[in-house]
């Protein structure tokens, strides 16, 4: 009986000691499973299979694009605090504004020095042509 693709996955990476970047991973599925097409760049079955393995709760990145099997790692390796992503999220857009605040009032104040500098052009041509 074949097995599918993440049940292979699992039997490769229980026996490794560490993570196994996808690639590696891949090309030993593709081959023992035959999906491997000369004329296709397999490029359907090797996105299949990562967006499996993405929801297959069995595994987890480890970053590199790098797969272990979850029971190796704690909860705190793991886990994204969302409340750290929002919060630079929120800085980063309050630098954004600061910053085009910052340049619309530069902007603002070269402007109004553009317009003394051309108003002191002006009464000199007046004065000229007195």
């Known amino acids: 009986m074949n097995k599918s693709n993440l049940d292979l996955a699992y ?4 026996q490794s000691r560490e993570a196994v970047n996808f690639y590696d991973l891949w090309n030993r599925i593709a081959q023992d499973q035959g999906l491997i ?3 296709d760049s ?6 299949k299979f990562y ?5 297959d709760g ?11 099997l979850r029971t190796r790692h704690t909860f705190d390796d ?7 992503v929002y919060e630079e999220e929120e800085e980063e857009i309050e630098d954004d ?4 605040e910052d340049a619309t009032e530069k902007d603002l104040f070269d402007d109004k020095d ?5 108003s002191e052009e002006d009464d000199e041509e007046m004065d000229e042509e007195e």
Not at 58 to 68: K, Q, S
Not at 114 to 118: N, V
């Open 11 to 14: 039997e490769i990476i229980s």
């Open 37 to 39: 097409d000369e004329d």
């Open 42 to 47: 397999d490029g359907e079955n090797i996105s």
């Open 51 to 55: 967006t499996a393995l993405s929801l």
């Open 58 to 68: 069995r595994f987890i990145t480890t970053g590199d694009n790098r797969w272990d």
């Open 78 to 84: 793991v886990h994204i605090d969302m409340n750290k």
């Open 97 to 100: 504004i600061q910053n085009v």
């Open 114 to 118: 553009d317009d003394e500098d051309d």
